[in-house]
């Protein structure tokens, strides 16, 4: 036998029983349990030899087009098993200046500067840098560039600009739009899903809220959202969240997620998803982990604010953490049954997010005057700032007098935000605007302000849990 061969072959899945054709092969053994992964899951989902399995990312925002390009490295080159491709809508032009500092990364990544120029790419950024030529968000994103994130090159994707296209025989559907963006998008979808008879599973990165005040009040995710406007049963919609950023997941920094959902598709998408450098847990609470991924974008915002008025004093940003972090807990306390299970995720995505996120960055831009909130919440070079329509959805949510609970000093009911002041201050400052973001140093040095330590002891001591919110049966 050849030194370091293996015992090898491809598993089939015959009347719902695994056989192996066996054969002896110098294939690294990694390269035997990604097939054997994919071979599973294909099996699962029904797929017959020759069929392959079909995989499309809807949105290339960051984590969108890494979570794409992270399946493509692993998966991509088992061609005949499973095709991996992504959408992102065509016409986004790409302005000189970004073009300029695209070339500046070309050249100073030897690896991808010899790609361009294998695949007779490299002339098109030259002029485009020169100001010859104009260059496109898809056109660069097939070639590994997400607008989004310039500065870490990906690797090269099968980009489609039509959504009928991408989407109308996908078996794995991965949703990386906005939650302001997913309802819209996935209505148009459903016409082409109309003629189906299988139903795709969808595994929804998005991260907000939007709240729903009619009838009863309630918090409206985005895999809700997908469910309503396409029909797909809950069962086969899932969320994918975690305390990472995309650019160093892609760099492979060691990082988890986890994906919350039914147990007959959460746990094989965990074993296919996970890698050495990125472990994925699973769980079943979907609706919690997905509205705790919005909650902790409301409060980047203010800690990027509280960053720049203060010029970085930690001991400001800590006086921050302690308040954000307790009405954190006040409002789990209200939305799920066992709040002491969500601490460690919550904290840790939160924590995560306002090191390095898009929305603690935008705080500080909003602070130092480099950004105006008349600019919108879609901001060139990051994309989408979940945490403004979480902001609203939010306070609108927790507005509500049907939901009141008992004010700890003024021994009467009071709607719930009434104890969170900086989710109030944050909702004058970024929804009504009555306030510049000076306003939440000032919120937070408000004599009046009660020890985050009670509002937590308040949370503890009393029953809070409204399962209505989620959509839940008490």
Known sequence: MFSGARKGGSLRCVGGAWRRSCFFTSIPSINGSLEEKLDELRCLMGKSDGDPLRIVGVGAGAWGSVFTAMLQDTYGHLRDKVLI???RRPGRSIDKA???HLFEVINSREDVLRRLIRRCAYLKYVEARLGDRTLFA????KDGFCLNMIDTPLCPM???TSLQEA???ADIVVNGLPSTETRQVFEEISRYWKERITMPVIISLAKGVEAELETEPRVITPTQMINRATGVPLENILYLGGPNIASEIYNKEYANARICGSAKWRKPLAKFLRQTHFIVWDNGDLVTHEVM???KNVYAIGAGMIAALTKESATSKAVYFAHCTSEMIFITHLLAEEPEKLAGPLLADTYVTLLKGRNAWYGQK???RELKLEMGDNIKGKGMIQGVSAVKAFYELLSEPCLSVLHPEEKKPVAPVELCPILKKLYKILILR????????????????????DRIEIAQSHAFYRPSLLGQQP
């Open 434 to 453: 009555e306030f510049p973001p000076e306003a939440i140093l000032q919120a937070l040095r408000d004599e009046s302000m009660n020890d985050p330590r």
């Open 98 to 100: 970004t073009a300029e």
């Open 167 to 169: 989407v109308w025989d």
């Open 85 to 87: 491709r992504i959408w």
């Open 293 to 295: 991924g919005g909650l």
């Open 158 to 160: 099968k980009v489609v």
């Open 366 to 368: 909003l602070a130092c």
């Open 138 to 141: 898809d056109e660069i994103l």
